[in-house]
């Protein structure tokens, strides 16, 4: 069975420093994709980044990167550069063809970025 | 990006009341779903569709029921509401591009409350 595991409940960065929230995952397929997604207190989910199994480099979108580390079963979170906007739940979510391709979400490390 | 509303934002009512949530999407995306998240937690499946006229339950079992009649439109109803309904309820939609990393977009989310 699929299964997403975030270890870190909340984290706390200053604010212009870099974090990484911690992702591992465990799935028996080989073709697979990992996902990232923002939860402010509004509530909305907003959708970050992707990596895919196959896929040869870490993604990066913007401050956002994915440190993807395929034989450690891990797809790490890294924001450079934090801000105050930053300050969210963060969620780590995968797919894979075992799961019916369903997204399995983690459990979430809240974010809090200071001054 | 996917444009998904959801009315009501928030919703408190008192047990044995019926309601319905309403989820709308503009993008065209055959794919809809239903998550129910409690505070702090993580998402989880409840309903899911992947066209008009097709409903499939999630990975967690719920009391609510769904209907397809519109691609734009996703309604989730429950007849007859108690308190462990209270949650968060997210509708998200995909484009069905057949692959892992076909990406949900979510609404805003409706948070409910049974008194």
């Known amino acids: 069975a699929q299964k997403i595991t975030q270890t870190q409940p909340g984290m706390f960065v200053q604010e212009k420093e870099a974090v990484t929230l911690d992702c591992t995952y465990d799935t028996s397929d080989q073709s697979y994709g990992l996902f990232w997604y923002k939860q402010p207190s509004s509530g909305e989910m907003i959708f970050l980044i992707y990596?895919?199994?196959?896929?040869?480099q870490n993604a990066t979108e913007g401050r956002y990167s994915l440190n993807f580390q395929k034989a450690r079963k891990s797809a790490n979170l890294v924001i450079s550069a934090s801000q105050l906007g930053d300050s969210a739940m963060y969620f780590c979510a995968m797919r894979d063809t075992g799961g019916g391709n369903k997204l399995t979400f983690g459990t979430g490390t809240q974010l809090k970025v200071e001054l | 990006e996917a444009d998904i509303y959801q009315t009501p934002r928030y919703l408190v009512i008192g047990t044995g009341k019926k309601i319905t949530l309403e989820c709308s999407q503009t993008?065209?995306?055959?794919?809809m779903y239903w998550y129910q998240q409690d505070p702090g937690m993580e998402l989880h499946l409840i309903h899911y569709s992947y066209g008009v006229n097709s409903t499939e339950k999630g990975d967690l079992s719920s009391e609510s029921t769904v209907s397809r009649i519109r691609t734009e439109h996703f309604p989730l109803t429950l007849e007859s509401a108690r308190p462990s309904h209270t949650s968060q309820y997210l509708c998200a939609s995909s484009e069905s591009s057949g692959g892992l990393q076909e990406t949900q977009y979510f609404g805003p989310g409706t948070r409910l409350l049974v008194l």
């Open positions: 993008m065209g995306h055959d794919k």
């Open positions: 990596q895919g199994s196959y896929d040869e």
